[in-house]
């Protein structure tokens, strides 16, 4: 079935992986680094896609390049909130009702400036509570016709950061440690990152739902973090890790066993045996098929983020190569994302676009990954309100599917 564009932008969207520093507008980066004095390649939208924002990258490490700018303008908490909210409206623009923002908040803190975890979480929650007012107070939310709109927040702990260039935060800490080895100066900033996220969601009631991994995978596993996870596990917080981007499936596998990831995010080589590398695993296609079928059966959801891994994985020579159609073919819980809305050029309906004109999605396996994107979500409030919610947004995508007369 050929779906039009104007359905796809109609129906009732998610975005669960959707980084916040890789989401900004062009045109409000170059306003916000005046602010911050942030010097950039350039000063105009056409020049930032030419030089950093780019359709293509060579590699992961390229496309990481460009939060270099993003992360120092958002040091700012005015730029910050700014941020937020602009990335709320753009979604609710192109009928996304559902967002977790995620984003590094010790990145973005500036301890000499008196910029703390606790500002950085507030001014975000500030920009995204601000559209969500706005937003439903319209007359066809305040009536039920169409689905409210929500969002919790999602901070992410690197698993791996340097002394020098990541950020303020980082250098104060590598200083403050200087007896420690690396890994346990990283491992100690994510068990600081999690325990102050416990403490902002309960001094301040706002929606912080859960926690993320993210950074480079090769040689930082997610067993490294198992600590921090537990914490956060024991603590209610909800659990995604970035696992299978660019690492084998032993990399997901960890996430699962030693995490408790209720999600993961990209999980694009999960179905590669060849950049399986633990030697203990002699039987690789096995590994895989006993690993993949686990995860569909205890319904871990993948979140999917098409044009990024396309961008990021230069061996993704066409689209139709990528693990998706497995994923689809496996029964996984799926949901579509952007990853980042600016760096990789999309959103929502893009990428919903890009799925349908690749891959063999049927009608009711549309309306499972739509749903997924509800009910897999990390919503801030009890089970029984989640249904409720995700009830309300699939009633909506019946009625816009009866509009556009798809059944």
Request: contains cysteine; aromatic residues 10%.
């Amino acid at each position: 079935m050929k779906y039009s564009d104007e359905f796809i932008l109609a129906m009732p969207k998610s975005d669960l992986h959707l980084h916040l520093d890789g989401s900004l507008r062009l045109e409000s980066l170059i306003e916000m680094a005046k602010v911050t004095g942030t010097e950039l390649p350039s000063n105009t939208v056409e020049g930032l896609k030419s030089l950093v924002f780019k359709s293509h990258y060579q590699d992961l490490g390229q496309y990481l390049e460009c939060f270099a700018y993003t992360c120092d303008v958002l040091r700012d908490m005015e730029n910050l909130e700014r941020a937020a909210y602009e990335l709320a409206v753009d979604n609710l623009a192109e009928g996304v009702n559902y967002i977790e923002v995620r984003f590094a908040p010790q990145l973005l803190t500036n301890p000499e400036k008196g910029i703390e975890v606790d500002d950085v979480l507030l001014a975000v929650n500030k920009g995204l509570d601000r559209a969500k007012v706005e937003y439903n107070q319209q007359a066809d939310v305040i009536s039920a016709v169409k689905p409210p709109f929500a969002y919790g927040i999602i901070s992410c702990a690197l698993r791996m950061f340097g002394a020098k260039g990541f950020s303020p935060y980082y250098s104060k800490i590598y200083r403050s440690l200087s007896e420690f080895d690396p890994m346990q100066v990283i491992q100690l900033a994510a068990m600081d990152m999690v325990k102050a996220c416990v403490r902002v969601r309960d001094q301040y009631g706002i929606p912080l739902v859960g926690i993320d991994l993210a950074g480079q995978e090769s040689g930082y596993p997610a067993g490294k973090f198992s600590e921090v996870y537990r914490y956060a596990h024991q603590n209610f917080l909800s659990k995604t890790i970035h696992a299978g981007e660019a690492y084998g499936a032993e990399s997901v596998f960890e996430a699962i066993t030693e995490c408790y990831a209720d999600r993961i995010g990209h999980g694009y080589s999960l179905f590669i045996p060849q950049m399986i590398t633990d030697e203990k695993i002699t039987d690789r296609q096995a590994y895989i098929n006993k690993l993949s079928s686990f995860i569909a059966d205890k319904r871990i959801a993948i979140e999917v983020c098409l044009t990024s891994n396309l961008q990021t994985n230069p061996a993704i020579t066409d689209i139709k190569h990528h693990k998706f159609q497995e994923m689809l073919d496996r029964r996984i819980a799926l949901t579509l994302c952007t990853d980042n809305r600016l760096v990789s050029n999309t959103t929502v309906s893009r990428e919903y676009r890009l799925a349908l004109d690749n891959f063999d999605i049927s009608y009711n396996r549309l309306k499972d990954i739509v749903a997924d994107g509800f009910k897999k979500s990390f919503f801030d409030g009890d089970y029984v309100q989640k249904r409720v919610y995700a009830k309300k947004c699939m009633k909506y995508f019946d009625s816009v599917a009866k509009r556009f007369g798809i059944s």
